[in-house]
């Protein structure tokens, strides 16, 4: 039994060490999708800027999301961001659409923020509620 | 409390990463799942390499914004390549020719000017400054509780020696007109949609004519790369970057303070000398950001870095102000009890950082509580806490909990 135990322990940690693996090389080099450019022949400086492409969190209405924030943003706006309370989330989609003018459907503003609230959200505590904007 | 979280994230990674390497396992299966689920809760942060600029932590792509990593903030003067990028609108300049480039000068002039790159470095005097560079929202990610927006850690700053011309003489070419109260600051950079209000900022008439706010076109001697400005950007010493517009293009004086979103509803504080508040009660008024108040942080020793009892180690940071220059940086290890002072790195002058250096022995294992606080040449000290909703102006004296073996 001891042998059995021993074994199945060394698979969970062969498992642990290979996902923290590869979450080093996923940081050290992640590589861009377009090449290193910087021309400047003098007169004219140009550069091709890289991608760093992300898989969206499946989620609910995760197309709609898709479809209407990414046209002017990465995903990464919204990867980056620590989880937050529904009300945060419902006012970080208004001011994309009163301020920055985003083109969102009134329809599609509640499935977004019910997306972001599936992979960024948090219980409301009062101090989180707050900090809307 | 986030910091300290990725802290201990990080500990426990990189025991496991020995170990990992060690045995050379490398299944793609197995990383891919969890990046997609969340990258901002696996420790590690992503980095990537941008056109003439080394490895930095990426936090967004389009539009690009990328932190500069700790390890560089120990120099006078921050490498081009390691300064750290932030662009609001995704339609950034990626191609400027160098002959059809011209800065306009608009508005309430005598003469509306035209200025070619040549024109702009020939007809000025070159003038020369070190000044130190942060984003509002560098370190929002240290404020607890949490706050929505860019997720910086200590990587939205850099210090650099720029060279370029007085805005004030620029617009002493063209002539204010009386009535004149603000300019109005434009770049290249375009919105992504017709709606999307285009990034302009504005300084007052007579902040613009002070003879310190510089045209800049050359960063620590070199022309500044495209993604930190490039030809010409704003410096507007001891203010924070956001008023440094990048690719500037275009000033028109104003008989009319400018409305923007960029002014009016972004980028503005709690109208209180530390821009602090609560979550549950949030300052009635706010103002625009505008001078850096003072602030020191550890470079060295690095989050989870470990010490050993009863070896000298090199303390190391920077210190920062925006008005009179660091006179004094100071140093705790228990906690903030008892205080000694650092020693200063070179004085570059009164809008440049100041490194600093202290040598401290652990006594014994354990876990201490280091502390930094700088104050000014005029006497302004750090805030003992803050908070506010936007995550800006980060002046708190900060600590970082280090194990001594």
Known sequence: MGRWMFLWMLVAVTIAVALAQQAQSQSRSHSPKAPESAADN???????????????????????????????????????????PKAVWQSEVKKMVDVYGAPIPDTDQALIVEYLVAVKGVEATPAQGATTK | MGRRRFVSTLISFSGLLAAGHALGWDPDWAWAENTSQDPSDAG???????????????????????????RYLLTDLTPNEAFFVRWHLSGIPTKV????????????VNKPLSLSLSELQSKFEPVSLVAFAQCAGNFRSWFEPRVPGGQWSSGAMGNARWKGVRLKEVLDAAGVQAGAVQVGLRGLDEPPSAKTPVYQKSLQIDHARDGEVMIAYEMNGEPLPMLNGY???????????????????????????????????????????EANEEPQHLAPTTVPISQMPVH????????????????????????????SGIRRTEISSDGGQTWSDASLGEDLGKYSWRTWRAEWTPPAKGTYRLMVRATTNSGQKQATAQWNRSGYQRDVIEHQDVVVL
């Open chain 1, 42 to 84: 003098g007169q004219v400086q140009q550069i091709t800027l890289p991608q760093y492409p992300l898989q969206i969190p499946p989620g609910p209405n995760a197309e709609v999301y898709r479809r209407d924030c990414l046209a002017c943003h990465t995903a990464r706006y919204v990867s980056m961001q620590p989880h937050f």
């Open chain 2, 44 to 70: 590690a942060p992503t980095l990537a390499r941008f056109p003439q600029k080394a490895e930095l932590i990426l936090l967004t792509d389009r539009p690009p914004q990328l932190e500069t990593p700790l």
């Open chain 2, 97 to 108: 020719d160098r002959n059809t480039f011209r800065l306009e000068i608009s508005g309430k």
């Open chain 2, 231 to 273: 030809p010409i950007r704003l410096v507007v010493p001891g203010w924070y970057a956001t008023y440094w517009v990048k690719a500037l293009s275009s000033i028109s004086v104003l008989d009319q303070p400018l409305k923007t979103f960029w002014m009016d509803k972004a980028y503005r504080i709690p109208d209180n000398a």
């Open chain 2, 296 to 323: 020191s942080i550890f470079v060295k020793p690095a989050p989870g870095e470990q010490l050993r009892a009863g070896q000298p180690y090199q303390l190391a940071g920077v210190a920062n102000d925006g008005s």
